[in-house]
């Protein structure tokens, strides 16, 4: 089994897909699991995770993902990350699924704030869920592209989200072998170690 720092160093944002390879329906389920058990404050979890496969959508979509466009067609699969739109429904959503302690965290320190700052609240426990996500799909050799470069509110009329609002996307599926942005032909570029971290 690789090590997680070494897992770090090799997954990479991939580029260029090979169009003819699919991910198996075994490591789909394999992807599905690890993104039901992403983190999340107080395990509010208001995400929705939408699989595209389907070649005709693809094909509709890769027009609204600017310059992402080649990699959404050629890619196996999209997952499409989308927030809980409705505060109502939010709340309906935890006191059902939440034990009291959580929902009492929720209505101290988060319900009294403004719609958006709720909402900012809601989409960062999203955005975790990108990075667990990305992880789990190199531990299972899966290449991927996080994707904020795409039109959300066309995504959300193509794939018909309602209630739920599109942040962003993942391309996954494997590299082409002459993929430019490979870290065997570019190096990773990262800021210095002691200017990002601090030991005090
Ligand atoms: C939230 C988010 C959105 C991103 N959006 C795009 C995108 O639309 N297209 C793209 O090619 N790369 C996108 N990236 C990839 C970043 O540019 C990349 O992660 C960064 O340059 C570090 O490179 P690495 O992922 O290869 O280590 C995105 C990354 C994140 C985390």
Known sequence: MTDFRTLAADRYTTKKYDPTKQISAELVAELKEILRL????INSQPWRFTFVSDPKLKEELAPCSFHNEEKVKDASHL???SVIDNIDLFEKQINENLPEGAVGYYNKNIKPGTEAEIKAW???QVYLSL???LSGAASLGVDSTPMEGINTAE???ILNIEGYRTLFAVALGYRDPDDFNQPS???KSRIDL???IYSI
């Open 38 to 41: 992403s983190p999340s404050s």
């Open 79 to 81: 997952v499409v990350f």
């Open 122 to 124: 809601m989409a960062h």
């Open 131 to 133: 990075g667990f996500f």
């Open 155 to 157: 995504y959300d009329r």
């Open 185 to 187: 032909l570019k190096p």
């Open 194 to 196: 002691n200017k990002v």
